[in-house]
C-alpha cells in the first residue's frame, strides 16, 4: 500500500527545475506532500484532494492526477533552500481511517 | 501556537531494555500518530490515537506499543530493543477532521 516516489534522488544545479512523482496502487482520496529538512522534522508542503487539482507554494506547484492514482511535485527554479527529502502521504480511498500513508522519500539536493 | 515537542530527543540504549517515549501535541489537537523513519525506509506508520483510544495501527509487532493521556499527550513504549529498532521516531498531531500531519522534532534511538 506504500505509495512509491521517484527518482529516490535528484541533484540540481540553483535555477534548475524538477519533478518528483508518487504512485499509488489504490485508489486516493487525497495526496499530502511534506519536505523534510536534514536533521528537522517533516514539514507539510500542501495537499491536493481532487483529481486534477493543482496547487502551488512559491516555486513549488503539484498536480493530482486522480485516474492514474499519481501525484507529481513540481520544482522550479530551484534554490539551495529546496534541498531536503520530500514525501508524499496518501490517503486511501474508502479507508475510512484518515491515516496517511507515505512514500519513502526523495531526496534533493541542490547545489549552487 | 506551540509545536508539537516531544521528549527526550536523543536515547542510547542496549538491546533487551526498554524506552518510553513522550510527544505532547498542538494544543487543541486530539488525534497523535507515532512514525518510525529509518534511511531508505521512509516514514512507517506505528500507530494513532485518539481520545485514549487507538484508532488505526501499523504492521510493527507487539514489543511497541502507545498510548494518550486524557490531555491528548501520547507516550509510545518498546520493549525487549533490537538493533533494529534504532531509528528517528516521529510524533505527529493532527485535528480528527484533517489528516495533515504536524511533526514534532522526533527522538533519536540509538540501539547498541
Known amino acids: 500500500q506504500q505509495p512509491v516516489q521517484s527518482p529516490q534522488a535528484v541533484i540540481l544545479r540553483e535555477g534548475e527545475d524538477a519533478v518528483i512523482n508518487c504512485s499509488s496502487s489504490?485508489?486516493?482520496?487525497?495526496v499530502h506532500w511534506y519536505r523534510q529538512k536534514h536533521g528537522e522534522a517533516p514539514v507539510f508542503l500542501m495537499i491536493?484532494?481532487?483529481?486534477?487539482e493543482q496547487k502551488g507554494h512559491e516555486k513549488i506547484s503539484a498536480s493530482f492526477n486522480e485516474k492514474k492514482q499519481q501525484s507529481s511535485l513540481y520544482l522550479t527554479a530551484s534554490q539551495l533552500s529546496y534541498s531536503g527529502t520530500y514525501f508524499c502521504?496518501?490517503?486511501?480511498?474508502?479507508?475510512?481511517?484518515?491515516?496517511?500513508?507515505f512514500g519513502q522519500g526523495t531526496t534533493l539536493q541542490v547545489k549552487p | 501556537k506551540a509545536g508539537v515537542t516531544q521528549t527526550p530527543r536523543y536515547l542510547i540504549k542496549t538491546r533487551g531494555q526498554q524506552v518510553t517515549l513522550s510527544c505532547s501535541p498542538i494544543s487543541g489537537h486530539r488525534s497523535v500518530s507515532w512514525y518510525q523513519q529509518t534511511p531508505g525506509q521512509g516514514l512507517q506508520f506505528l500507530f494513532e490515537y485518539f481520545s485514549e483510544t487507538q484508532r488505526n495501527k501499523g504492521n510493527f509487532p507487539g514489543r511497541f506499543s502507545g498510548r494518550q493521556f486524557s490531555n491528548s499527550r501520547s507516550e509510545m513504549n518498546v520493549s525487549t530493543l533490537e538493533l533494529g529498532d534504532s531509528a528517528l521516531y516521529l510524533c505527529a498531531s493532527s485535528l480528527l477532521v484533517d489528516p495533515t500531519q504536524y511533526f514534532g522534532p522526533g527522538t533519536r534511538l540509538l540501539v547498541l
Open positions: 491536493l484532494l481532487k483529481g486534477g
Open positions: 502521504g496518501t490517503e486511501i480511498k474508502g479507508s475510512n481511517t484518515g491515516k496517511l500513508i
Open positions: 489504490k485508489a486516493l482520496y487525497s
